[in-house]
Protein backbone atom coordinates (compact mmCIF):
# COMPACT_ATOMS: atom_id res chain seq x y z
CA UNK A 1 0.00 0.00 0.00
CA UNK A 2 1.69 3.62 -0.73
CA UNK A 3 2.19 5.45 2.34
CA UNK A 4 0.27 8.14 2.77
CA UNK A 5 3.15 11.07 2.73
CA UNK A 6 3.54 10.01 -0.71
CA UNK A 7 0.14 10.87 -1.85
CA UNK A 8 -0.77 13.50 -3.74
CA UNK A 9 0.19 16.47 -5.93
CA UNK A 10 1.29 18.26 -2.85
CA UNK A 11 2.77 15.45 -0.45
CA UNK A 12 5.84 16.06 2.11
CA UNK A 13 8.85 16.06 0.78
CA UNK A 14 10.67 12.88 1.79
CA UNK A 15 14.20 12.84 4.16
CA UNK A 16 17.47 12.77 1.38
CA UNK A 17 15.93 14.84 -0.45
CA UNK A 18 17.12 18.87 0.35
CA UNK A 19 16.26 21.84 -1.95
CA UNK A 20 19.09 22.60 -4.41
CA UNK A 21 21.76 24.67 -3.26
CA UNK A 22 20.29 28.20 -2.42
CA UNK A 23 22.97 30.34 -3.75
CA UNK A 24 25.57 28.08 -6.34
CA UNK A 25 29.09 29.96 -6.89
CA UNK A 26 29.48 31.59 -10.51
CA UNK A 27 32.65 29.26 -11.45
CA UNK A 28 35.98 30.53 -12.11
CA UNK A 29 36.35 28.09 -14.51
CA UNK A 30 34.79 29.26 -18.18
CA UNK A 31 33.34 25.80 -19.82
CA UNK A 32 33.74 25.56 -23.67
CA UNK A 33 30.89 26.64 -26.04
CA UNK A 34 28.19 23.68 -26.36
CA UNK A 35 28.91 21.86 -22.73
CA UNK A 36 26.89 20.11 -21.83
CA UNK A 37 25.35 18.72 -18.32
CA UNK A 38 24.89 15.37 -19.33
CA UNK A 39 22.52 13.80 -16.12
CA UNK A 40 19.94 16.24 -14.00
CA UNK A 41 16.06 15.81 -13.46
CA UNK A 42 13.43 18.21 -14.06
CA UNK A 43 10.77 17.43 -11.39
CA UNK A 44 7.29 18.53 -11.35
CA UNK A 45 5.72 21.26 -10.59
CA UNK A 46 3.81 18.44 -8.94
CA UNK A 47 0.55 20.75 -9.99
CA UNK A 48 1.26 20.48 -13.39
CA UNK A 49 3.56 17.03 -13.69
CA UNK A 50 2.51 14.88 -10.71
CA UNK A 51 4.64 12.26 -9.46
CA UNK A 52 3.90 8.52 -9.73
CA UNK A 53 1.38 7.40 -6.79
CA UNK A 54 3.88 4.40 -6.15
CA UNK A 55 6.94 5.97 -6.31
CA UNK A 56 9.49 5.41 -3.83
CA UNK A 57 10.32 9.05 -2.81
CA UNK A 58 8.55 12.94 -3.17
CA UNK A 59 10.99 15.35 -3.94
CA UNK A 60 11.23 19.25 -4.03
CA UNK A 61 10.39 20.26 -7.51
CA UNK A 62 12.65 21.25 -9.69
CA UNK A 63 10.87 22.68 -12.86
CA UNK A 64 12.49 23.19 -16.52
CA UNK A 65 12.82 27.13 -16.14
CA UNK A 66 15.12 26.44 -12.37
CA UNK A 67 16.79 24.11 -14.26
CA UNK A 68 17.86 26.10 -17.25
CA UNK A 69 18.68 29.11 -15.08
CA UNK A 70 20.77 26.82 -12.97
CA UNK A 71 22.65 26.26 -16.52
CA UNK A 72 22.84 30.01 -17.79
CA UNK A 73 24.78 30.52 -14.55
CA UNK A 74 26.62 27.89 -14.88
CA UNK A 75 27.57 28.45 -18.56
CA UNK A 76 26.12 25.46 -20.12
CA UNK A 77 24.14 25.33 -23.23
CA UNK A 78 23.59 21.51 -23.47
CA UNK A 79 21.76 19.27 -21.31
CA UNK A 80 20.45 15.59 -21.22
CA UNK A 81 17.22 15.58 -18.84
CA UNK A 82 17.17 12.30 -17.37
CA UNK A 83 12.88 10.40 -16.43
CA UNK A 84 13.58 10.42 -12.35
CA UNK A 85 11.54 7.33 -10.84
CA UNK A 86 9.32 9.30 -8.71
CA UNK A 87 7.23 10.42 -12.52
CA UNK A 88 7.49 6.61 -12.94
CA UNK A 89 6.55 5.70 -16.58
CA UNK A 90 4.78 8.71 -17.04
CA UNK A 91 6.99 10.96 -19.74
CA UNK A 92 4.83 14.24 -19.70
CA UNK A 93 7.37 15.85 -18.35
CA UNK A 94 10.37 14.71 -20.34
CA UNK A 95 8.28 15.55 -23.23
CA UNK A 96 7.66 18.76 -22.69
CA UNK A 97 11.31 19.93 -21.91
CA UNK A 98 12.64 18.36 -24.73
CA UNK A 99 9.68 20.07 -26.78
CA UNK A 100 10.67 23.50 -25.70
CA UNK A 101 14.35 22.77 -25.82
CA UNK A 102 15.35 24.21 -29.07
CA UNK A 103 17.34 21.22 -30.02
CA UNK A 104 19.82 21.79 -26.83
CA UNK A 105 18.42 19.05 -24.98
CA UNK A 106 18.21 15.11 -24.73
CA UNK A 107 16.48 12.89 -22.96
CA UNK A 108 16.78 9.59 -20.97
CA UNK A 109 13.73 7.23 -20.54
CA UNK A 110 12.27 4.61 -18.19
CA UNK A 111 10.36 2.14 -19.69
CA UNK A 112 8.18 0.15 -18.43
CA UNK A 113 6.09 -3.33 -19.71
CA UNK A 114 3.14 -1.53 -19.93
CA UNK A 115 4.82 1.25 -22.69
CA UNK A 116 4.11 0.93 -26.30
CA UNK A 117 5.78 1.30 -29.68
CA UNK A 118 4.35 4.18 -30.29
CA UNK A 119 5.48 5.93 -26.90
CA UNK A 120 8.55 5.03 -27.78
CA UNK A 121 8.82 6.60 -30.98
CA UNK A 122 7.23 9.58 -29.74
CA UNK A 123 9.94 9.81 -27.47
CA UNK A 124 12.54 9.73 -29.96
CA UNK A 125 11.54 12.10 -32.32
CA UNK A 126 11.38 14.61 -28.80
CA UNK A 127 14.78 13.95 -28.75
CA UNK A 128 15.52 10.57 -26.21
CA UNK A 129 18.41 8.37 -26.74
CA UNK A 130 18.82 6.38 -24.35
CA UNK A 131 16.77 4.10 -21.76
CA UNK A 132 17.92 3.64 -17.97
CA UNK A 133 17.53 0.77 -15.80
CA UNK A 134 17.71 1.02 -11.97
CA UNK A 135 19.13 -1.91 -10.31
CA UNK A 136 19.21 0.27 -6.41
CA UNK A 137 16.72 -1.02 -4.14
CA UNK A 138 15.32 2.34 -2.78
CA UNK A 139 14.00 2.81 -6.62
CA UNK A 140 12.58 -0.40 -7.56
CA UNK A 141 12.89 -4.02 -7.74
CA UNK A 142 15.80 -4.64 -10.00
CA UNK A 143 14.77 -5.78 -13.32
CA UNK A 144 15.21 -9.42 -14.60
CA UNK A 145 17.40 -10.13 -17.37
CA UNK A 146 13.28 -10.65 -19.01
CA UNK A 147 12.56 -6.93 -18.48
CA UNK A 148 15.51 -6.07 -19.88
CA UNK A 149 15.23 -7.98 -23.04
CA UNK A 150 11.81 -6.85 -23.53
CA UNK A 151 12.71 -2.72 -22.98
CA UNK A 152 15.46 -4.01 -25.38
CA UNK A 153 13.25 -5.62 -27.76
CA UNK A 154 10.48 -2.44 -27.71
CA UNK A 155 13.70 0.03 -28.63
CA UNK A 156 15.12 -2.15 -30.99
CA UNK A 157 16.49 0.08 -34.37
CA UNK A 158 16.43 3.62 -32.78
CA UNK A 159 20.05 3.53 -31.48
CA UNK A 160 19.43 4.25 -27.77
CA UNK A 161 22.32 3.90 -25.06
CA UNK A 162 20.88 1.32 -21.66
CA UNK A 163 22.15 3.88 -19.09
CA UNK A 164 22.91 1.46 -15.72
CA UNK A 165 22.26 2.66 -12.35
CA UNK A 166 23.66 0.17 -9.95
CA UNK A 167 25.77 0.22 -6.59
CA UNK A 168 29.65 0.00 -6.52
CA UNK A 169 29.76 -3.91 -5.72
CA UNK A 170 27.46 -4.42 -8.42
CA UNK A 171 29.62 -3.75 -11.55
CA UNK A 172 31.26 -6.90 -10.68
CA UNK A 173 28.07 -9.34 -10.14
CA UNK A 174 26.67 -7.48 -13.64
CA UNK A 175 30.06 -7.76 -15.51
CA UNK A 176 28.78 -10.33 -17.66
CA UNK A 177 25.09 -8.97 -18.13
CA UNK A 178 26.62 -5.47 -19.55
CA UNK A 179 28.58 -6.84 -22.23
CA UNK A 180 25.85 -8.86 -23.35
CA UNK A 181 23.86 -6.05 -23.74
CA UNK A 182 23.72 -4.45 -27.37
CA UNK A 183 25.41 -1.06 -28.59
CA UNK A 184 26.58 1.34 -26.13
CA UNK A 185 26.03 1.18 -22.09
CA UNK A 186 26.29 4.43 -19.55
CA UNK A 187 27.43 3.40 -16.16
CA UNK A 188 25.89 6.25 -13.93
CA UNK A 189 27.54 8.12 -10.95
CA UNK A 190 31.04 6.52 -11.40
CA UNK A 191 29.43 3.57 -10.06
CA UNK A 192 28.70 4.54 -7.36
CA UNK A 193 31.41 2.49 -6.09
CA UNK A 194 32.59 2.75 -2.60
CA UNK A 195 36.15 4.83 -2.22
CA UNK A 196 36.76 2.64 1.23
CA UNK A 197 37.54 -0.06 -1.21
CA UNK A 198 40.45 1.66 -2.14
CA UNK A 199 41.83 1.24 -6.31
CA UNK A 200 42.09 -2.05 -6.40
CA UNK A 201 38.57 -2.62 -5.50
CA UNK A 202 36.63 -5.56 -7.57
CA UNK A 203 33.90 -2.73 -8.72
CA UNK A 204 36.91 -0.81 -10.24
CA UNK A 205 38.43 -3.23 -11.69
CA UNK A 206 35.59 -4.18 -13.06
CA UNK A 207 34.95 -0.90 -14.35
CA UNK A 208 38.28 -0.53 -16.41
CA UNK A 209 37.86 -4.44 -18.00
CA UNK A 210 34.35 -2.73 -19.46
CA UNK A 211 35.61 -0.08 -20.59
CA UNK A 212 38.37 -1.90 -22.56
CA UNK A 213 35.56 -3.14 -24.07
CA UNK A 214 34.94 -0.24 -26.11
CA UNK A 215 30.99 -0.10 -25.60
CA UNK A 216 31.07 1.02 -22.26
CA UNK A 217 30.91 4.60 -20.89
CA UNK A 218 30.75 5.75 -17.46
CA UNK A 219 29.17 9.42 -16.60
CA UNK A 220 31.55 11.01 -13.92
CA UNK A 221 28.43 12.80 -12.27
CA UNK A 222 28.11 12.18 -8.32
CA UNK A 223 31.28 12.97 -6.70
CA UNK A 224 29.17 14.49 -3.67
CA UNK A 225 27.62 10.91 -3.90
CA UNK A 226 30.69 8.84 -3.41
CA UNK A 227 33.34 11.31 -1.32
CA UNK A 228 34.18 9.95 2.40
CA UNK A 229 35.76 13.94 2.41
CA UNK A 230 33.27 16.42 1.86
CA UNK A 231 33.52 19.47 0.07
CA UNK A 232 35.69 19.72 -2.67
CA UNK A 233 35.64 15.89 -2.57
CA UNK A 234 39.14 15.93 -3.66
CA UNK A 235 38.95 11.69 -2.98
CA UNK A 236 36.15 11.40 -5.66
CA UNK A 237 37.36 13.78 -8.32
CA UNK A 238 40.77 12.40 -8.16
CA UNK A 239 38.83 8.89 -9.02
CA UNK A 240 37.45 10.51 -11.37
CA UNK A 241 40.73 12.49 -13.48
CA UNK A 242 42.10 8.48 -13.50
CA UNK A 243 38.79 7.42 -15.32
CA UNK A 244 39.94 10.32 -17.58
CA UNK A 245 43.04 9.57 -18.11
CA UNK A 246 41.96 5.59 -18.57
CA UNK A 247 39.17 6.56 -21.07
CA UNK A 248 38.94 9.92 -22.44
CA UNK A 249 36.81 8.81 -25.18
CA UNK A 250 33.85 7.62 -23.57
CA UNK A 251 33.39 10.16 -20.31
CA UNK A 252 30.69 12.21 -20.06
CA UNK A 253 30.10 14.67 -16.79
CA UNK A 254 26.79 15.83 -15.37
CA UNK A 255 25.48 17.96 -12.20
CA UNK A 256 23.16 15.26 -11.16
CA UNK A 257 20.52 18.06 -10.31
CA UNK A 258 18.77 18.87 -8.47
CA UNK A 259 20.61 15.98 -5.78
CA UNK A 260 17.65 13.79 -4.78
CA UNK A 261 18.36 11.07 -2.00
CA UNK A 262 21.38 12.01 -0.79
CA UNK A 263 22.70 11.78 3.18
CA UNK A 264 23.48 15.82 3.29
CA UNK A 265 22.91 18.84 2.05
CA UNK A 266 22.99 19.79 -1.71
CA UNK A 267 26.63 20.59 -3.25
CA UNK A 268 26.81 23.48 -5.15
CA UNK A 269 26.71 22.96 -8.73
CA UNK A 270 29.34 25.77 -9.16
CA UNK A 271 31.90 24.40 -7.34
CA UNK A 272 31.00 21.22 -9.51
CA UNK A 273 31.82 23.27 -12.55
CA UNK A 274 35.24 24.19 -11.04
CA UNK A 275 35.80 20.88 -10.12
CA UNK A 276 35.69 19.53 -13.91
CA UNK A 277 39.12 21.88 -13.97
CA UNK A 278 40.70 18.80 -12.14
CA UNK A 279 39.06 16.12 -13.17
CA UNK A 280 40.18 16.93 -16.52
CA UNK A 281 43.11 19.09 -16.51
CA UNK A 282 44.34 18.68 -20.07
CA UNK A 283 42.43 21.16 -22.48
CA UNK A 284 41.74 18.21 -24.94
CA UNK A 285 40.35 15.64 -22.50
CA UNK A 286 37.84 18.69 -20.94
CA UNK A 287 36.65 19.55 -24.52
CA UNK A 288 35.90 15.75 -25.54
CA UNK A 289 34.23 15.84 -21.59
CA UNK A 290 32.14 18.61 -22.01
CA UNK A 291 31.47 18.81 -25.70
CA UNK A 292 32.59 15.89 -28.16
CA UNK A 293 31.33 13.15 -25.91
CA UNK A 294 27.97 13.88 -25.11
CA UNK A 295 26.98 15.14 -28.48
CA UNK A 296 28.53 11.61 -29.68
CA UNK A 297 26.50 9.50 -27.15
CA UNK A 298 23.45 11.66 -27.20
CA UNK A 299 23.36 12.62 -30.43
CA UNK A 300 23.57 16.49 -30.55
CA UNK A 301 23.68 18.62 -33.65
CA UNK A 302 27.00 16.91 -35.29
CA UNK A 303 27.72 21.10 -36.14
CA UNK A 304 29.66 21.22 -32.62
CA UNK A 305 31.41 17.23 -32.99
CA UNK A 306 34.72 18.61 -32.82
CA UNK A 307 37.44 15.31 -32.60
CA UNK A 308 39.87 16.03 -30.93
CA UNK A 309 43.08 14.09 -31.15
CA UNK A 310 44.28 12.65 -27.39
CA UNK A 311 46.78 10.17 -28.75
CA UNK A 312 47.04 6.60 -28.76
CA UNK A 313 44.67 6.20 -25.62
CA UNK A 314 41.95 6.92 -27.86
CA UNK A 315 40.58 3.19 -27.78
CA UNK A 316 37.27 2.30 -30.16
Given at each position: MTEPALQGAQSAVSPGCPPPHPAPRTPSLVLPPDSCDAHCHI????????????????????????VHALHAHLGITRAVIVQSSCHGHDHSVLLDALRSGDGRLRGVALIGETTTRAEVEELHRAGVRAFRLNFLPHLRTPPSRAEIDSVLELVDGLGWAVQLHVRGEEIAVLEALVRAL??????????????????????????????????VWVKLSGVDRISRQ?????????????????????????TDYPHVNIASDAPDDG????????????????????????????????????????GSSDRK
Open positions: LGPADVFPYAPDRTFTPVDAPKKQPGRTVIDHIGRVDLAAGRDDPALRSLRALLDGGEGPPYADAVALAASLVEYAPERVVWGLLVDLVESIAPDPAHLHRLMVDNPAELYDFPSTALRRTSV
